[in-house]
């Protein structure tokens, strides 16, 4: 159980490997995230009657969009994010935007 661990710390092309799938796979789920919480916002924005809440909810909405294409101008190489990955983020981007536009932002 032991030896695999070992020959992966002495090895250190599959170390390098493990470590940029770990932060390809953190990456993506943070911006998975970000792409939540701009639908989550957004829910609350047609929830309120509160201007200011709205405001609020729709300028947070706002910043996830814009934190998620940061990522996305970033190519892959640099980012480690896959054609897939970008196509689905890309998806999320879009349909968050079209909320965006129905919110009055």
Known sequence: MHAPS??????????????????RSSLLAFLRIELGIANTMLDGVAAS????ARSRRRDRATQACNE???FLEIDSARSGLSLADRAEL???LYAV?????????
């Open 6 to 23: 070992l020959v992966l710390m002495n090895d250190p092309i599959p170390l390098s490997r493990a470590l940029v799938a770990s932060a």
């Open 49 to 52: 009657s509160d201007e200011a």
């Open 90 to 92: 890309n998806a999320g």
């Open 68 to 70: 998620v294409v940061r």
């Open 97 to 105: 935007r079209e909320r965006l536009v129905d919110a009055g932002a």
